[in-house]
């Protein structure tokens, strides 16, 4: 049940940030280029957590899906403090 | 005279989905009030009384939304082309509505999220026509 | 101590994400950020409850749980926003 979720998680988050690239490639505010690459980036953690647990058992990733997410989601407080014209 | 209920919420929908600032509103009303006329982005700014950058703004913005159209000939010439007769008739009833209640339009338009919020929503839309 | 300062930075970081959400959503009225707002607040709690797990780098089935909704409920926001009913 873990890994479904965290596949889930992954393509959930990878939708997001595309559309929200997208949407910053026609429309250029800046909110949504920060907001893409947090969820581009809470992907990859999803991602490093699904490597961690169901890959590679062996091998403790935990600081590093911490780390990506922690960078991830600082982008997007970046994106939502400037956001305002 | 005011318009029945659903045209009335029709033109605030569109003013709350479509228009970033009153001069955008204004600059979107003048366009289709003489369809066919085409603007260059110094007439309007002049028009306006917004500077030449805010005026070439508000006009890339509204052809971006698909509410005017570039002339392809001419750089920087906007002109507002007719989609359908039901956007023709709700931008009637936009600039009746604003004529009328000015006041309330524009404290509308002030109130709203900032345009990269609405963005943000905008991103998720993958179906034309919808909000 | 790194992985606590972490955890802090990523509940802080998302309780704040949640609360701007919030505001979108009362500006807007558009439940999408509502479900933002939602999961990341979710997230948040999600991520300090780990205070109280035994083994954090493997996740209990609460944390599943949790995520899972979250997740789900970004979907159906998206969902609902291209195929609900119009309002």
Not at chain 1, 21 to 30: D, Q
Not at chain 3, 46 to 52: E, G, H
């Amino acid at each position: 049940m873990g890994p479904a979720v965290y596949i889930l998680g992954i393509v959930i988050t990878l939708s997001c940030g595309i559309l929200l690239m997208r949407g910053y490639m026609r429309a250029k505010r800046p909110l949504l280029l920060w907001s893409s690459l947090c969820f581009f980036g809470l992907a990859l953690s999803n991602l490093l957590v699904f490597i961690d647990l169901v890959m590679l058992p062996g091998v403790d990733l935990y600081l590093w899906r911490l780390g990506v997410a922690a960078i991830a989601m600082m982008l997007l407080m970046y994106g939502l403090i400037w956001e305002g014209e | 005279m005011t318009e029945p209920e659903p045209i009335q919420k029709a033109v605030e929908q569109f003013i709350l989905n479509e228009i970033d600032s009153v001069p955008h509103l204004e600059a979107l009303l003048m366009l289709c009030n003489g369809p066919g006329r085409e603007w260059r982005v110094d007439e309007m700014a002049k028009a306006l009384y917004v500077p030449l950058e805010v005026g070439q703004k508000i006009l890339q913005s509204l052809a971006q939304r698909g509410l005017i159209a570039a002339v392809p000939a001419e750089s920087e010439t906007y002109v507002y082309v007719s989609q359908s007769e039901e956007k023709d008739t709700l931008l009637r009833a936009v600039d009746a509505t604003y004529r009328r209640e000015l006041v309330r339009v524009s404290t509308m338009i002030h109130s709203k999220a900032s345009p990269a919020v609405r963005e943000f929503a905008r991103a998720f839309r993958l179906i034309k026509g919808r909000d | 101590m790194i992985q606590s300062f972490l955890l802090g930075v990523i509940a802080t970081t998302s309780l704040t994400a949640g609360v701007f959400f919030l505001k979108f959503w009362r500006r807007t009225r558009d439940s999408l950020f509502l479900a933002f707002a939602i999961a990341f607040i979710l997230e948040g709690i999600n991520r300090t409850a780990v205070i109280f797990a035994n083994h954090p780098n493997e996740g209990s089935p609460w944390t599943y749980l949790v995520r899972l909704f979250a997740f789900l409920l970004i979907l159906a926001a998206i969902l609902k926003k291209n195929y609900g009913a119009h309002r």
